[in-house]
């Protein structure tokens, strides 16, 4: 079967050889062999390939070659990836790094700056990759109404904002 995937082109499956794209004139964009070629989010697409993703343009061309464990699209157009030897890092919407992977974790949620970790420690960064709080903290909450909480130690929280700022020690 067929779905929609961008304008003028369709997701295809052939069994037993997976999905593929093609346009509305039956030419072959990307041929069959992808475990999973997901709906675009802001002409960006998932696709996957022995377990581990890659990135498509709403044209079909391959933006980033699989080799993510994971792969999150952010409405701005940037992706962030955990790379198969597990650090995460940020993609242009190009397949460019905006931001190399080195960090041990990041924590996306919509409307919220990212939460990574680097060498045990934890900072802030925008969803399109600009930095707002080197990692120095030992752990930061999730985001609430503009707000987390956030540990020196382990013992003892306070809050940030979105900018970093210390609101309550």
Do not use: C
Request: hydrophobic content about 40%.
């Amino acid at each position: 079967g067929a779905t929609h995937f961008g304008p003028d082109i369709a997701r295809f499956r052939v069994r037993g050889s997976g999905w593929g794209l093609v346009d509305t004139s039956g030419n072959v964009l990307l041929e069959p062999g992808y475990e999973r070629i997901e709906k675009p989010i802001d002409g960006l697409a998932r696709y996957s390939q022995n377990h581990i993703w890659g990135l498509l343009n709403i044209a079909g061309e391959v933006v980033a070659a699989p080799q993510f464990k994971t792969l999150k699209l952010a409405p701005s157009g940037v992706s962030w990836g955990q790379t198969t030897d597990g650090l995460w890092g940020a993609m242009a919407r190009d397949g460019s790094w905006i931001i190399e992977p080195h960090y041990e974790s990041a924590f996306l949620k919509l409307g919220s700056p990212v939460i990574v970790k680097k060498n045990g420690k934890t900072g802030l960064v925008r969803l399109d990759g600009t930095k707002i709080l080197e990692p120095m903290f030992a752990d930061i909450y999730r985001f609430n109404e503009g707000l987390a909480a956030y540990t020196a130690d382990g013992e003892q929280w306070g809050l940030i904002d979105t900018l970093g700022q210390v609101v309550v020690e």
